[in-house]
């Protein structure tokens, strides 16, 4: 049974159903299996999940990472929540933004379900998408572009904790995701990590 611990969802009351929350923690495998497959390198088996006692960063803290204006995207209002379900906890926030036609989101996903591994390096390209590692500081991952629908995303883990992802539409090139990425401070957001990892 869940239990909804705090919930600011942009109008949705707690407690109803279709809370993305139940999800959340799917969010770990960033590697989503709904994306085309790639032709990649071997990589090491992933290292097995384990719980980390304790609660989640609370979601008024990973919503404050999310800004009114990323690049020249404008924010729309953003949803957040934490909860919990058994023994697992979900801390998630998420803002969508738009530049004209143009849009592009940002989610972050905090759990006590952990991976404890980083993100496998690798690059390839072929006909239909471009695969590259993606570096910014203590966020680690990858940036994937359709060529023919020009959709973008990067999957990032943040101090080896926090589930960054960022969808960006019409993308212009790597270069583009890669500000946008930079513009998040996400920095800040890892040293939640060590410090302040707990919900009141």
């Known amino acids: 049974?869940?239990?909804?611990?705090?919930?600011?969802?942009?109008?949705?009351?707690?407690?109803?159903?279709?809370?993305?929350?139940l999800l959340a923690a799917a969010a770990l495998l960033w590697m989503a299996c709904d994306r085309p497959a790639a032709p990649q390198p071997p990589?090491?088996?992933?290292?097995?999940?384990?719980e980390v006692a304790g609660p989640t960063v609370h979601f008024t803290k990973l919503r404050s990472f999310l800004p009114d204006k990323v690049l020249d995207f404008e924010g729309a209002r953003p949803t957040a929540s934490t909860s919990r379900f058994n023994?697992?906890?979900?801390?998630?926030?998420?803002?969508?933004?738009?530049?004209?036609?143009?849009?592009?989101?940002?989610?972050?996903v905090d759990t006590?379900?952990?991976?404890?591994?980083?993100?496998?390096?690798?690059?390839?390209?072929?006909?239909?998408?471009l695969h590259r590692s993606l570096d910014s500081g203590d966020?680690?991952?990858?940036?994937?572009?359709?060529?023919?629908?020009?959709?973008?995303?990067?999957?990032?883990?943040?101090a080896g904790r926090f589930v960054v992802t960022v969808k960006l539409e019409d993308a212009r090139g790597p270069e583009e995701m890669e500000r946008l990425v930079a513009?998040?401070?996400?920095?800040?957001?890892?040293?939640?990590?060590?410090?302040?990892?707990?919900?009141p």
Request: a neutral charge; aromatic letters at 4%; proline letters at 7%.
């Open 139 to 158: 966020a680690q991952g990858f940036f994937e572009l359709d060529k023919q629908s020009r959709l973008a995303q990067a999957d990032l883990v943040v």
């Open 43 to 50: 990589a090491p088996a992933p290292a097995a999940s384990t």
């Open 1 to 21: 049974m869940r239990d909804t611990l705090y919930q600011d969802s942009g109008g949705r009351a707690p407690g109803r159903a279709g809370h993305p929350g």
């Open 183 to 199: 513009a998040l401070a996400l920095d800040r957001l890892a040293a939640l990590a060590p410090r302040d990892a707990g919900s």
């Open 87 to 108: 023994s697992v906890a979900v801390s998630e926030a998420e803002r969508s933004y738009h530049q004209g036609e143009r849009k592009a989101s940002v989610r972050i």
């Open 112 to 129: 006590n379900l952990h991976t404890g591994g980083a993100p496998p390096r690798a690059s390839w390209e072929d006909e239909r998408t």
